[in-house]
């Protein structure tokens, strides 16, 4: 897998960042769970999509500081079921893993 940075952080911007795979991660795993709900109730899953927007701490330690998810659901999508949706997408590993985030460790091998 390939990473880079933008040209003003040394890179040549020829492949994602890390902090762009990160929250791709996030888009993609609440993506997931999201069709393995509407396929487990028998719903369209043709049209389905995430997209998100995130935002960087002004200050330092840098960091994400704000990540925005849009789910744009199937055409014909009950709107009866929207809550239980967003209630099982909102808890896929990547998100849970961030509303309790692990250990990390760092060693100089």
């Known amino acids: 897998m390939l990473v880079d940075q933008p040209p003003d952080a040394g890179g040549d911007d020829e492949a994602p960042t890390p902090t762009e795979l990160f929250v791709a991660s996030l888009a993609t795993c609440v993506a997931f769970y999201a069709g393995r709900y509407l396929t487990r109730h028998g719903l369209e899953r043709d049209g389905l999509g995430v ?21 744009r659901l199937p055409h014909g999508f009950p709107e009866a079921r929207t809550q239980a949706l967003l209630a099982v997408a909102s808890h896929c590993t990547v998100h849970n893993t961030l509303t309790a985030p692990p250990t990390v460790t760092v060693d100089v091998l």
């Open 51 to 71: 997209s998100v927007t995130y935002r960087m701490a002004a200050d330092r330690p840098a960091r994400v500081t704000d990540i925005r998810l849009g789910l």
